[in-house]
């Protein structure tokens, strides 16, 4: 699968069948957390999997009671282990880059999932201290987020429209928007402006 497909086929998932996640899958996701970028390369990242259903059940009800999450298969919970890098970046570290380091380590995992038709989901939103007892995470390491996995069936996926990179972009100073000459997006203009050529349209689905 090339890089663009991964990149733009990727989506949230929150509706998983019944078929069982080779542990060897997880295995190859997390194995991409390693060559993530990160700072000072502490890799300060810890997962533990999780494919108890008793487990995964109480999970779901810590996550504010989001039930979809007790069917996934496998959940994955991410921790920073803080101390390390609060010794080396100080307070910046603590707050900063311990948070950054797992969140481009997962984006690696999300990709990874979805090269071998797994759908994931990255979730954000928990109680940190009932998540601490229920799985024994040591005060010295603090959860960044919990990962679904699962099969899933395509035809659940919708279209979604993405906003344009002219949205977000500026030039040399905050806010400054570049000359209305020389457009961004769409792609195809991009492509056609740099190249001479028309890109292919891009197929969005209708998960984040």
């Keep these: 699968m090339e890089l663009d497909q991964v990149l733009k086929g ?16 997880i295995s190859e996701c997390l194995d991409t957390a390693r060559y993530a970028p990160n700072s000072g390369n502490v890799q300060n990242y810890r997962f533990t999997i999780i494919r108890n259903k008793d487990i995964i059940t109480k ?23 803080m101390e390390q890098i609060k010794r080396l970046y100080g307070i910046r570290g603590e707050a900063l880059y311990s948070i950054q380091n797992c969140a481009v380590a997962i984006q690696n995992i999300l990709l990874k999932a979805y090269e071998l038709k797994l759908g994931s989901a990255w979730i954000g939103t928990f109680d940190e201290e009932k998540l601490k007892i229920l799985i024994n995470i040591p005060e010295t390491s603090r959860p960044q987020a919990v990962i679904a996995f699962g099969y899933y069936d395509e035809k659940d996926i919708e279209e979604l429209e993405k906003e344009p990179l002219d949205n977000f972009v500026y030039f040399e100073q905050y806010g400054k928007r570049e000359d209305k000459t020389l457009k961004i997006l769409p792609f195809s203009n991009t492509i056609k402006r740099i190249t001479g050529k028309i890109g292919d349209k891009i197929s969005y689905k209708k998960k984040s």
């Design 10 to 25: 990727r989506r949230t998932i929150r509706k998983f069948d019944k078929k069982e996640v080779p542990i060897e899958f």
């Design 59 to 81: 999970i779901s009800k810590i996550c504010e009671g989001q039930e979809w999450i007790a069917k996934a298969p496998v959940l994955v919970i991410v921790c920073s282990e």
